[in-house]
């Protein structure tokens, strides 16, 4: 079965462009969600982040202590790698399972990851999407979705590759812009995978 892989910068809209898709009967796995999951269930997972970042990672209740988490990793990319190379397998493990569970009838699944570029997790996918937006676009959709400032959303976006680091990577492009017809465009992709 057909692995296409989704992504694009923070509030491009891959998530929305990802329920257009569900409609059709594409199977999503969200890669990002899955992840958060993860971290309070999976216990290869759980048992590298305590000995990685000490006990202190989970309260007694086994809920993840977030803060202490977040205060080692952020703005440390060395901290921040290790969590990454934690946490990616454990997601691979889980999209494989995952994967395995799907009918054989579904002509094509969607991996939806913020990261997927930076990640290299691309690569375990057929073909890739990026969707994009214009940056103050962007910033205006998370600024509302999230009750954030705009320098909060930039920070999270510098974290980022560019779009255009990222479209050297993609396959296919879907342009969220508002009065771009997203629904045309998944159609005609849709249509693409079908046939391949
Ligand atoms: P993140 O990386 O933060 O998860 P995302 O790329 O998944 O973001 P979405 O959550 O899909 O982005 O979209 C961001 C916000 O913009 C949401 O509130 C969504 O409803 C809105 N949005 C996305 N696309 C459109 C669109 N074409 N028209 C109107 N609103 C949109």
Redesign the pocket.
Known sequence: MLKVGIT??????????CKVFETLGIPVFYA?AVAKQLMVTDLILMDGVKSTFGQESYFENGILNNKHIAGIVFNNQLELDKLNALVHPAVFRAFDKWALAIPSSVPYTLKEA?LLFESGSYKMCDKNIL?T?PLTLKIS??M??DAVSAEQVQARIDKQFTDQQKAKMADYFID?T?NTS?ILQVLDLHQQFLNQ
């Open positions: 694009g910068g923070i509030g491009s809209g891959k998530t929305t462009v990002d913020a969707v937006a959709r998370v509302q979705r969220n508002e997203v």
